[in-house]
């Protein structure tokens, strides 16, 4: 890097915090604006503190808005999904990677295709699909859903991290006599450990960001998201009781991105080769 | 695993040009059960509902009582039904928000931040992805206390004299300005993305492609387009794609912040799929629209792949 | 008996042939090594033997069972791989374990192949580490000690030592020989480094293009080169090769290009054709000294002169484009440029048929 003026170097820092103030800005807002007091017309101007900070705003919302109900349903289908998408991924990503059968190539492209299958195209169908195998409105049918839709990505990525082991790994677990599953569980998992694990956080980070499948298919039981929705909704004037709901929908998500910050930019990052 | 004494070894492997070459010993159809579970369900749930899609879009439906037989008719509605025109107007409109203008900040400030070396870039990052990461329907929240009568946006406004263009529906419940509002809330989302990507882009550029520029005289704008801009050839191919096609496929944001409103102003085509076959019961339509949109995907990304490669030769 | 047997083996990938018509028997306990250069069909005619490349056509025996359709863990051998191919997350116990868990073998038996292994190599402070954790010569040693455990019927190595730094390389070298003598295991062993090949095998197989191009020992090999192909590959510096004419005069055999003429006489030739290759390798060349029954003088300029400390390379040329390399003491004096005179030893000349290439006497 040549040298560039102090000056320089400041207005570029300047310039970066900036842009990150303004990338958080809401965020913090809605933050602090959860802490106004609760009630329409007492918008916070985003400028000022609140005269309290009313902490109740997040139990009343908590109570009113069934996030009770709306977060239990988030993490059953989360944990149900997220194990399920990664290990078939898992499974089918090794056979790609390692096999040689008929067809493998084709196969792999119609995955492929899916990466760019929009929910559009297929939601209308799915429906009365699932309406006949009478999952409808339940748990069962967002988790199915959501696992058919993450393996394309999944299977891409598991495959690629495969790939990028050296052949004479698998071959030295041949002549060890190792069987294919052995091989996967014993060797390749261990070896693909930093892509399994940005796999799942990703995946987590999908499978609880989703709404338009929660919305279609689960109105009586909703997600987090589809609840923050409906409840947003109800109480569009009282900013102070919405934005209590939207930050508790929120601090999973953000917890998990903090603590795997790192698995998240490489998953971003790298995956972004889908293109 | 079998182990016939081989006399008749002399396989010369009838066909092993058109099979793909199984290695001794390997059963053969082994890779099939890998694959299997993983397709079962992408099969049932994917491929399947597709081929269905298609079935359903050449159907008058309201997804109750029978359906007719209507050919082509609801893919005309891509010409001739306005709303679905204008939904594409929308979209295209949002692209310019979602797409280009995130693209053409990134790019530049990540031109400009290139030059120094950056502490703490981690959690610049981390701020930076945080609308990427949130739920959409949580940051889509947050923005609509932004545009709330007495939010920030109109709080600054008004300090700063301009509060006579605040409209009175306010930004969302406007005509003129629900899209474009919408579209600032994607241009917000969008931003922190690819300035991070153009970043890491940008420092994977040697240096000396820099200094060769340089010594050969050319000023920090030169720099940018003969070494910068190629050098960023992939990101943007990646950035290009995943924006326009999120784009397209927009609809948490809408749901939550305008309904698709007022009145159709902030129509896309993703929410009227989802209107027409779960409000107004034209499940036909709305299953054309679906077909439409993926097609439209396609045909995007292609295009783009195809132009970014294409520019890869000099 | 653990005899290592190829049979007219013929690879084929798609259009190329790799390795082609390959007859070749490894006795019981034999080192062979397979030397050549790079896509000379060795490291292929390994992977075969491995089990881990299909044959288009022939049969390959391990101790007398056809193995071509077995997969490698039912051919009872065992590899060590160029680059170790340790598994990165298991101990190196585990590594080393692995083959004979998967063997379901008893776990006080493993235990004990497995600290006997770690004993012969050195490594036993080693059983706890991880792969990452050690270093080059090291994770060699753990490759090798991976085989060990095994107690297969044949070791295949494929070229264990290349990613070692030159030092290790000649050290190791002497090691894994001596282990192999020790352990009494049939070794095929793959290199491109005819040092190596030299040095560690009892019978050296020079391959060229997937063909083998001669099987004997390394004296044989170095001294009776069936072709062209093998006297140039084999030795270092390697031999330097002349297009001449070869006329009979009664008892005497002249080879003669330009203005070199070499009269050889009063000795049995066989009968060459008019056009051969002659090869003489640069130990068999020196600078011209009277009185030492060396055939020539030969005129010629220096090229270059290589000062390696124990001798001299000169490489020189002759006025009719002919290049040798000359073995000279270690205080020539001679400068590139500069005329010189050298002659042959007799006995050493190495004919070869020009078309064919195949060795034809050697006077």
Redesign the interface.
């Known amino acids: 890097m040549t040298t560039t003026s102090r000056t320089q170097v400041t207005m570029n820092y300047l310039l970066l915090i900036f842009v990150s103030g303004v990338a958080i800005y809401p965020l913090v807002g809605t933050v602090l604006a959860s802490l106004y007091p609760s009630g329409a017309g007492n918008s916070p101007t985003g400028f000022a503190l609140p005269s309290g900070f009313h902490w109740g705003n997040y139990v009343t919302a908590w109570k009113v808005g069934g996030f009770a109900g709306s977060f239990t349903t988030s993490i059953i289908v989360a944990a149900v999904m997220v194990p399920a998408s990664v290990v078939l991924s898992i499974l089918a990503g090794y056979g790609f990677a390692t096999m040689r059968f008929r067809g493998s190539k084709v196969l792999f492209y119609l995955f492929i295709l899916g990466l760019i299958i929009p929910t559009e195209a297929t939601i209308v169908p799915l429906f009365y699909d699932v309406r006949a195998i009478g999952l409808l409105d339940t748990t069962w049918a967002l988790i199915l859903l959501e696992v058919s839709g993450e393996v394309a990505f999944g299977i891409f990525w598991m495959r690629a991290a495969f790939l990028s082991a050296p052949p004479s790994l698998l071959e030295a677990a041949r002549i060890d006599g190792a069987s294919s599953w052995k091989t996967l569980w014993k060797i390749m998992v261990p070896f693909a450990r930093p892509a399994i694990l940005t796999l799942t956080v990703l995946t987590f980070a999908d499978s609880w960001n989703e709404f338009f499948l929660a919305l279609v298919f689960t109105i009586s039981h909703p997600t987090a998201p589809f609840g923050l929705a409906s409840f947003s909704g109800r109480y569009t004037t009282n900013i102070a009781l919405v934005s209590a709901a939207a930050v508790i929908v929120a601090i999973p998500i953000l917890i998990v991105f903090i603590v795997f910050q790192r698995e998240f930019m490489r998953g971003v990052l790298t995956g972004a080769v889908k293109g | 695993m079998d182990a016939e004494p081989s006399v008749a070894s002399r396989a010369v492997a009838v066909g092993s040009r058109r099979r793909p070459e199984r290695l001794p010993g390997e059963a053969r159809r082994i890779g099939y059960l890998y694959i299997a579970p993983a397709f079962i369900l992408y099969a049932a749930f994917n491929l399947l509902p597709l081929g269905q899609g298609v079935n359903t879009s050449f159907y008058d439906w309201d997804g109750i009582t029978p359906g007719t037989w209507v050919g082509l008719h609801n893919y005309t509605g891509f010409f001739t039904d306005p709303a679905i025109r204008s939904g594409y107007v929308h979209v295209l409109i949002l692209m310019v928000f979602y797409a280009f203008l995130p693209i053409v900040l990134g790019l530049f400030l990540a031109a400009l931040l290139s030059r120094i070396r950056i502490r703490g870039l981690t959690f610049f990052r981390m701020l930076l992805f945080l609308p990427l990461v949130i739920t959409d329907v949580v940051t889509a929240v947050a923005w609509t206390w932004v545009y709330d009568t007495h939010g920030p946006l109109n709080t600054v406004m008004n300090a700063v004299g301009l509060g006579h263009f605040i409209p009175s529906q306010g930004w969302l419940g406007d005509f003129n300005t629900a899209l474009p509002a919408v579209g600032v809330f994607g241009l917000w989302g969008s931003f922190g993305f690819c300035l991070i990507l153009f970043l890491a882009g940008v420092m994977k550029i040697p240096a000396s492609l820099y200094e060769a520029a340089r010594v050969d005289g050319a000023n920090a704008v030169r720099e940018f387009f003969a070494v910068t801009l190629p050098g960023l050839r992939y990101e943007l191919q990646v950035v290009l794609v995943l924006s326009v096609i999120g784009t397209l496929d927009t609809f948490d944001e809408i749901y939550v912040l305008t309904y698709g409103g007022p009145g159709t102003a902030t129509t896309v085509p993703a929410y009227l799929v989802w209107r027409r076959a779960f409000q107004s019961g034209e499940v036909g339509s709305a299953a054309a629209l679906g077909i439409t949109l993926m097609l439209i995907i396609f045909a995007v990304t292609y295009a783009i792949n195809r132009l970014m490669e294409r520019g890869a030769e000099p | 008996m653990a005899r290592v047997v190829f049979e007219s083996v013929t690879k084929n990938f798609?259009d190329v042939v790799a390795v082609r018509d390959l007859s070749l028997e490894v006795e019981d306990g034999e080192f062979v090594v397979l030397v050549g250069p790079s896509g000379s069909g060795k490291t292929t005619a390994l992977r075969l033997l491995?089990?881990?490349?299909?044959?288009?056509?022939?049969?390959i025996r391990v101790g007398d069972?056809?193995?071509?359709?077995?997969?490698?863990?039912?051919r009872d051998?065992?590899?060590v791989?160029?680059?170790?191919?340790?598994?990165?997350?298991?101990t190196v116990y585990q590594n080393l374990a692995?083959?004979l868990k998967?063997?379901k073998m008893p776990r006080d038996e493993i235990d004990r192949r497995v600290r006997r292994a770690a004993e012969m190599l050195d490594i036993v402070e080693l059983l706890q580490r991880k792969p990452r954790a050690l270093s080059g010569g090291q994770r060699q040693r753990v490759a090798l000690g991976?085989a060990l455990v095994?107690e297969p019927k044949a070791f295949l190595m494929d070229e264990p030592l290349s990613n070692l730094d030159a030092k290790l390389r000649v050290q190791t070298r002497t090691e894994i020989k001596h282990l192999q003598q020790q352990v009494g295991t049939t070794t095929v062993y793959v290199t491109h480094d005819q040092v190596e090949a030299m040095t560690m095998g009892d019978r050296v197989a020079v391959m060229s293009e997937g063909v083998l191009e001669q099987i004997g020992d390394p004296r044989t090999v170095y001294g009776e080169p069936a072709n062209v192909f093998v006297a140039g590959f084999i030795g270092s510096p390697a031999m330097s090769f002349a297009s001449v004419q070869a006329t009979r005069n009664g008892d005497a055999l002249t080879l003669s290009r330009g203005e070199l003429s070499l009269t050889l006489g009063a000795a049995r030739f066989p009968d060459v054709p008019p056009e051969v290759i002659v090869g003489v390798r640069p130990e068999h060349a020196h600078l011209w000294h009277d009185g030492e029954g060396l055939l020539g003088p030969i005129v010629a300029r220096t090229e270059f002169v290589e000062l390696l400390g124990r001798e001299t390379l000169v490489g020189v040329v002759t006025a009719g484009e002919l290049h040798f390399t000359v073995l000279a003491e270690p205080d020539a004096t001679t400068k590139p440029g500069e005329q010189v005179r050298f002659g042959l030893e007799p006995g050493h000349l190495h004919l070869f048929d020009t078309a064919t290439e195949r060795a034809l006497a050697t006077v």
């Open positions: 798609g491995a089990g881990l490349e299909s044959l288009t056509s022939g049969e069972r056809v193995v071509d359709r077995l997969p490698p863990r039912d051998i065992a590899m791989f160029q680059d170790y191919a340790l598994y990165p997350q298991m692995f083959g998967m063997r991976r095994r």
